[in-house]
């Protein structure tokens, strides 16, 4: 199985979260409430704390799509979409990139944000040289201006600076590393992101709490609680306690359990306890599809995980998670393997 997988379908999870209600003041939005807890199935390190540290592995963004924000990234229904860039123009020629950034955004600490924090989160990455080589420089046209100027034309650029291929185009502030280092930084993270840095216990867990002053929407959950449970059978005992809300790949643990929770066996991402709530399975005319129905009506095509007869769980919850404008609706996010490949969708 693909494990990129279950980290796309949490950065999704944190989109949907976060970003269906459009810009405004903070306090005007429902405060946000409750905990969410993850168990995951490696250690969390630190240097998934800093974007500077993302080097080709997308399991970082697990906890960096949380914390930190990117001029542009990958957003439900766009490969590539605005966020801390409003907007960018490419030369006729290909060869300079000029960002709009968005304005009154600040970091967790206070530190606004600023065309000098983009230029120096460029700088200070570690990440694939091939865009390192091909930008020239990165230019401060302004306190929310940026152009970055290639040496030549490539069409690539914002493939590796616009998604999760790379950390580069993840925004830290420069004031606070300067002054903290970048130790200080894994210990202590500020971002941008909807939730910023409580604690972390190394080899048990990290805490976040949501940013009430994130620009795009403020979560509905207030905390959310990372655990690394290294074990499978460990990570869905805790499962069926209710002592976690999502648990991943659980594989062999499931044998010998009920044909509910056998049923997903194929499945990398796993929503259990209440509110969490079942989805029931009906045959559509499309050869080895199926139509997965939430209680309350949503529903979305997918494979088949198990023969016919069979009700699989998938990733379906209703409120708190459920973005502002769909109280009462279902958010569903699920990760599905077929044939041995993998692949994620994604409804809100």
């Known amino acids: ?37 993850f168990a995951f199935y490696v250690t969390i390190s630190p240097a998934w704390f800093d974007p500077g540290e993302v080097t080709g592995f997308i399991t970082p963004f697990w906890t960096l799509w949380a914390m930190h924000d990117a001029l542009v990234k990958t957003m439900p229904g766009k490969a590539m979409a605005p966020s801390l860039a409003e907007s960018w123009t490419v030369s006729p ?74 950390g580069a185009g993840w925004i830290v502030p420069r004031k606070y590393v300067e002054q903290v280092g970048d130790d200080g930084f894994k210990k202590q993270p500020v971002g941008l992101g ?61 044998r010998g359990a009920a044909p509910e929770a056998r049923a997903l066996r194929a499945a990398a991402v796993y929503f259990a306890r209440p509110p969490f709530c079942m989805a029931r399975q009906t045959r559509s005319g499309r050869s080895g599809m199926s139509r997965w129905r939430t209680p309350n009506g949503l529903s979305a095509s997918t494979t088949a995980l198990t023969s ?13 998670l459920a973005p502002s404008g769909l109280k009462g609706e279902t958010v569903t996010v699920w990760s599905v393997t077929k044939n041995g490949r993998s692949s994620a969708r994604g409804i809100a």
């Open 93 to 166: 020629d290909g060869k300079t990139y000029d960002f709009k950034l968005r304005p009154g955004l600040k970091f967790h600490n206070g530190d606004p944000f600023t065309a000098e924090d983009v230029k120096f989160s460029f700088q200070r990455a570690k990440d694939y040289k091939i865009l390192k080589d091909k930008v020239r420089e990165v230019e401060v046209a302004g306190p929310l201006r940026v152009r970055i100027h290639l040496n030549e034309a490539w069409p690539d650029f914002l493939t590796f600076y616009g998604t999760m291929v790379a």
């Open 308 to 320: 016919a007869g069979v009700e699989p769980m998938v990733a379906a919850s209703p409120m708190p």
């Open 1 to 37: 199985m693909n494990r990129a997988r279950p980290v796309a379908a949490l950065a999704l999870l944190l989109a949907l979260v976060t970003t269906v209600a459009p810009a405004g003041p903070a306090a005007a939005q429902t405060r946000p409430e409750g905990e969410m807890r």
């Open 194 to 254: 909807p939730y910023k840095f409580v604690s972390h216990t190394p080899g048990v867990e990290l805490v976040l709490e949501a940013f009430e002053g994130y620009w795009r929407k403020v979560p509905s959950v207030k905390r959310l609680v990372f655990k690394s449970v290294p074990e499978a059978s460990t990570r869905f005992a805790m499962l069926k306690r209710g002592e976690i809300d999502v648990a991943y790949l659980l594989g062999r643990a499931l």
